[in-house]
Structure formats: structure tokens, C-alpha cells
């Protein structure tokens, strides 16, 4: 069996922790898994940290304050890397990289604090330490636990992108070059212990995949090797039919199509990397997300599912502070030109829409985004008048929460619709916008925030969800 296991945050956190990876991994070899490529997270909130470092640096300017926070980040990974790796002599390996790769480090935020200034590269450049020092770690552990573990950068694994910073994109091509490198590693006996969420462009600059990229890193390894499977190694159960915190019941959802498990994840289910489903779709190779804490859990597969287990909707989320915009175009002007331009002045200044809906005998249009977004949004078409009246009116409203339901077997099941939304009528909730994918795997809909937890308990009640 070839596989890929990728080990995320909580998973990772710490020297115990990453003790704990590598036993498991151990226990997976002598269970005859033969090819293993893993890939790892930061290690503690490293990522966060080094986020809201790095611009808290070139603000600052204080170079004194710059060498603190190294020392203190040195410190947690070697603590980490003393408690994770046994062997001395790994051990000593291991903290000299990590006094190697803090030192680049070091200099690079030694010139953001002198230059007073952190460019989308120079980002990229800083946060990639969290999974570039983490890689060693794992491997060190691995090593010291008896295994022929070697560890890569993403760049260096192959994983070659465009300049896009901070979400950057795979390059054709890359999935070769992916496979010459890790190839002959597994063919060796060796496991590759990959840095997450990192890539590189064909210039040799770090680039990042986004937010909880390793998952990314993960699937594009996975796609390129033609892994048997995908693991993705979380500290939760799986994915769930909604948010533990907000609804009681909520249940581990054992098998998940690929495009329900998209659709959950670009609506504000935040268990997967949003592009991560569709290398593993393109290649039909299985991914389960899998709880370190129950390893012998199945968790939940994403992948072909057997039919006696289809449910109409699978799952319910909500995406908390959000805020609907309403826009009535001026009469002259048709409802598509509006629109149009409505979109591209909001692309312009980077607001992400989450949701849209437009009325068919009114001219409007609604549509939702991220209150932090709301201020530049509101900017963005107010700026619209400025060559001819084209808004006639609009209004804005915080004090909403945009709701999805999300299963495939939705499409081409009568009443559906029917349901989520009698469901609410019966709660007394009303409805304030509705929006339905053509995919039909999505039915999403804006209710006022305080009525979104009722909302969302009553339709996990109304479809048996999670059950
Ligand atoms: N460390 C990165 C992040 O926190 C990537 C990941 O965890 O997958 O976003
Ligand atoms: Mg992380």
C-alpha cells in the first residue's frame, strides 16, 4: 500500500506529541504499510505566531526585540525536537538545523525590522520556517525510533508553484517533478517527511498554499505518486454534520463524496484546505480524516460511497459574522450590467463574496461577505456612482448569518428545499435570503444571527443528520 499521511496542528503540537506521530507511523509500517510519505504541520501555533510576528516587526523597527523573539522561538523547537528524539546523535543533528534554519531566519526578519516593511514574498519567506523547522523534528523522531526517514521542503519535494503569495498555485509540470523526487526515496525504503503548506517557485523563492495548506500538500503528493489512500491526521473525530460546539447531537459523518466534502469546505466547515479535495478527486484516490486520538477509528472517508448510505443532506453549516449587502440598480440600466460592474469593483478591492442572489422582478442584487470586508465593500460601490448613477439605492445589514446545507443526494430529491425551509417556518425563523448552487449539492440561505443556532439545530433534527 502507498500512502500519504499528513499530521496538522494540534497533531504536531509538541515533543510528546511528535513522539507519539512517529510510534504510530511505526505501528503502520510493521502493519505492512510499505510506502509512506508523511507531511507535517507546524509544530505549536507556529504559524499564527510567526503571522502576526513578522508584522508586528517591520512596524516596530526594534532589532532588540527581533533577537528575543528568535531566541524564544529556538527554544520551543528545540525543546520540542529533545523531547520528540531520543538518539543523541540524531538529537544533535536535529538542533543544528534548527540552529541553521533560525539563523536564516533571524536575518530575514532582522531586514523586514531595518527596511520597516513585510512584502506578500517576505511573508511567505517568514511563515515557512513553522514547517520547515517542524520537518526535522518529525524526522529526527522517526529516525531515532528506528526508521529511514529523510526530510523536504515542499519546493524541495517538487511542489513548484506560481508567484501567487500566500495562496499560491500548483505549476504544470510540478506533478513530474513531485513524482522524480519522492519516488526513488520510497524505492529506497526511506520515508519522506515532507514541510506542509510550502512550495516553491521554478526561481527557487518560498512560497505558501494558504491557510492550513499542509492538507494541500498532502493531496497534490498523494495525486502525483498515485497513492493507494490519503490521511490526514487531525485532534478531531472526523467530519462532523455540524459544529460540536453548536449543535448537541452532532455526529461523525462516516463517508463524504468528494464534492460534498468541497462544498463543506468553501462553506465554512473548516476541516479541509478548500483546494485540497481536488487533486484526490482528479485521481479517485481516497482520503480519510483521521483522529489521532481513536487512531483505530475509521473517521470519515471522502471518496466513492456505497448507496445504501446516501442521505439527502449531510451536513449543516454557518458562517459566523457575515454581513448582507443590498443593492437596487438605477432603472436605465440592465440588471446583468449592474451586476458586472458590482463584481468587478468588489474583485478590485480583494472582497471575497460569499454568497449571491439576485430578484427577478425587483432590480437588485444581494449579496453576503465577511463583515471584516464590509467597510471596503461598502467603499468599493459607493465609488460606483462616480461616472453616472448606476446604484440607486443600497443598504447593509451585520446582524446576519449565512447557513449550507450541504449532500449530494439533494439533486434530483422533490422537496428537499421543502424541507430545510418549513423546518425553519416552524421554528418561527424567518428567511431573509436563499441561494441554491445549480450543483444542487448546496442549499444556503441568510437568517438573523440570533436565529442561526435554532436554525441550524432544527434542520440537523428535521434530516436525521449525523445519525
Ligand atoms: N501551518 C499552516 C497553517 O497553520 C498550514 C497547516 O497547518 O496546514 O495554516
Ligand atoms: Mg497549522
Given at each position: 500500500m502507498r500512502l500519504v499521511m499528513k499530521f496538522g496542528g494540534g497533531a504536531v503540537a509538541d515533543g510528546g506529541k511528535i513522539k507519539a506521530v512517529a510510534d504510530l507511523i511505526r505501528r503502520c509500517k510493521e502493519e505492512g504499510k510499505k510506502e509512506m510519505v508523511v507531511v507535517t504541520s507546524a509544530i505549536f501555533k507556529v504559524t499564527d505566531i510567526l503571522h502576526e510576528n513578522a508584522a508586528r516587526i517591520s512596524k516596530e523597527g526594534e532589532v532588540e526585540k527581533v533577537k528575543e523573539f528568535v531566541e524564544d522561538l529556538k527554544n520551543k523547537h528545540e525543546i520540542a525536537a529533545s523531547e520528540a528524539i531520543a538518539n543523541k546523535h540524531v538529537l544533535s543533528m536535529v538542533k543544528k538545523e534548527i540552529k541553521e534554519r533560525i539563523g536564516e531566519m533571524e536575518k530575514a526578519l532582522i531586514g523586514i525590522c531595518l527596511l520597516g516593511e513585510l512584502t506578500a514574498r517576505s511573508l511567505d519567506y517568514i511563515v515557512s520556517f513553522g514547517e520547515r523547522l517542524a520537518a526535522p523534528i518529525l524526522a529526527g523522531a522517526l529516525q531515532s525510533a528506528g526508521m529511514d526517514a529523510v526530510h523536504l521542503t515542499g519546493g524541495g519535494a517538487g511542489i513548484i508553484t506560481n508567484?501567487?503569495?500566500?495562496n499560491a498555485q500548483l505549476t504544470r509540470g510540478a506533478e513530474a517533478t513531485i513524482r522524480a523526487r519522492i519516488m526513488p526515496l520510497l524505492d529506497g525504503g526511506k520515508i519522506p517527511v515532507v514541510s506542509g503548506y510550502t512550495g516553491e517557485t521554478k526561481k527557487g523563492i518560498i512560497t505558501t498554499l494558504g491557510r492550513g495548506g499542509s492538507d494541500y500538500t498532502a493531496t497534490i503528493i498523494g495525486a502525483a505518486i498515485d497513492a493507494d489512500e490519503i490521511w490526514l491526521w487531525k485532534e478531531?473525530?472526523?467530519?462532523?454534520?455540524?459544529?460540536p460546539k453548536i449543535i448537541r447531537n452532532a455526529r461523525k459523518i462516516p463517508y463524504i463524496s468528494y464534492a460534498e466534502a468541497m462544498e463543506l469546505s468553501y462553506f465554512?466547515?473548516?476541516?479541509?484546505?478548500?483546494?485540497?479535495i481536488e487533486p484526490a478527486m482528479r485521481k479517485r484516490i481516497p482520503i480519510r480524516v483521521k483522529n489521532l486520538l481513536k487512531p483505530e477509528d475509521k473517521g470519515t472517508l471522502i471518496g466513492e460511497e456505497p448507496?445504501?448510505?446516501?442521505?439527502a443532506a449531510k451536513a449543516i453549516t454557518l458562517i459566523e459574522n457575515t454581513s448582507i449587502i443590498n443593492i437596487a440598480g438605477a432603472g436605465v440600466r440592465s440588471i446583468s450590467d449592474v451586476a458586472a460592474r458590482i463584481f468587478s469593483v468588489l474583485a478590485a478591492k480583494g472582497v471575497d463574496i460569499i454568497m449571491i442572489s439576485q430578484g427577478s422582478s425587483e432590480r437588485t442584487i444581494s449579496i453576503v461577505i465577511d463583515s471584516a470586508q464590509l467597510d471596503r465593500a461598502v467603499g468599493a460601490i459607493q465609488s460606483?456612482?462616480?461616472?453616472?448613477?448606476?446604484?440607486?439605492d443600497f443598504t447593509s445589514n451585520s446582524n446576519v448569518c449565512a447557513m449550507g446545507v450541504v449532500g449530494?443526494?439533494?439533486?434530483?430529491?422533490?422537496?428537499v428545499a421543502g424541507k430545510v425551509f418549513s423546518a425553519l417556518g416552524k421554528e418561527g425563523i424567518s428567511v431573509i435570503m436563499i441561494s441554491q448552487g445549480s450543483s444542487e449539492f448546496n442549499i444556503s440561505f441568510v437568517v438573523k444571527k440570533e436565529d442561526a443556532y435554532k436554525a441550524a439545530q432544527a434542520i440537523h433534527d428535521v434530516f436525521e443528520m449525523g445519525v
Open positions: 508567484e501567487d503569495y500566500g478531531t473525530e472526523g467530519i462532523m454534520s455540524a459544529d465554512g466547515a473548516s476541516v479541509l484546505h478548500p483546494r485540497a448507496e445504501k448510505t446516501k442521505k460606483m456612482n462616480a461616472g453616472g448613477t448606476v446604484i440607486r449530494a443526494e439533494m439533486a434530483g430529491t422533490p422537496g
